[in-house]
């Protein structure tokens, strides 16, 4: 019997969410989704005007982010989803009752994700809204299948390469716990 395994790219904006999962799912043969195709017009235009989302605004996203999941493992698709995932209950949401969710968590300093945003064209986030994500966020604790990777200490390519080891390995001890 095939079986799914969804790895989440978080992190604060800029820090390549959607850039890194994009090219992992492509070396492992699996889907992508990019969780902000899943906010709502509403939350698009607050996050557009600066305007920080309250856990109301995020519910839908969330629900809608862990919709996708709970399909990925009703069809025994195997993906790698972009969402910020800042707090541990917005990863419980999304997690649902499926133990064969990991995270990648991306990072770097402020000042250089801030330059990333600035530089960033045609996208919703305000750039002033980075220092709300850094205080809302709150790193994956050890019963959390996590790894962290610093943005700033490789390039993308190498960063690929730590991660898909780490996704194969975690992908066959969900295997064996099954």
């Known amino acids: 019997m095939k079986t ?3 790895i989440v ?3 604060v904006s800029g820090s390549g969410k959607s850039t890194l999962g994009r090219l992992l799912a492509e070396r492992l043969g699996w889907r ?3 969780g902000d195709e899943l906010h709502t017009p509403g939350n698009l235009a607050k996050l557009g005007a600066g305007v920080a989302l309250t856990d109301e605004d995020r519910a839908p996203w969330l629900a809608a982010v862990a919709q996708v999941i709970d399909d990925c493992f009703a069809s025994a698709d195997s993906a790698v989803v972009s ?3 800042l707090r541990r209950r917005y990863r419980d949401r999304i997690r649902g009752a499926h133990a064969q969710v990991g995270f990648i968590h991306l990072h770097a300093d402020e000042a ?3 330059e990333r945003l600035v530089r960033r064209r045609d996208h919703f986030m305000a750039v002033s809204l980075l220092r709300s994500q850094f205080e809302t966020l709150e790193l ?3 019963d959390e299948p996590a790894l962290s990777l610093d943005v700033a200490a490789q390039p993308l390519a190498a960063l ?3 991660a898909e080891p780490w996704v194969r ?3 066959q001890s969900f295997k064996i716990a099954e």
Do not use: H, K, T, W
């Open 4 to 6: 799914a395994c969804v």
């Open 9 to 11: 790219c978080m992190g």
């Open 32 to 34: 992508f989704i990019e």
């Open 83 to 85: 969402c910020s995932a």
């Open 112 to 114: 250089l994700l801030r």
């Open 140 to 142: 994956p604790q050890p």
């Open 160 to 162: 690929v390469d730590r």
């Open 169 to 171: 390995g975690l992908e």
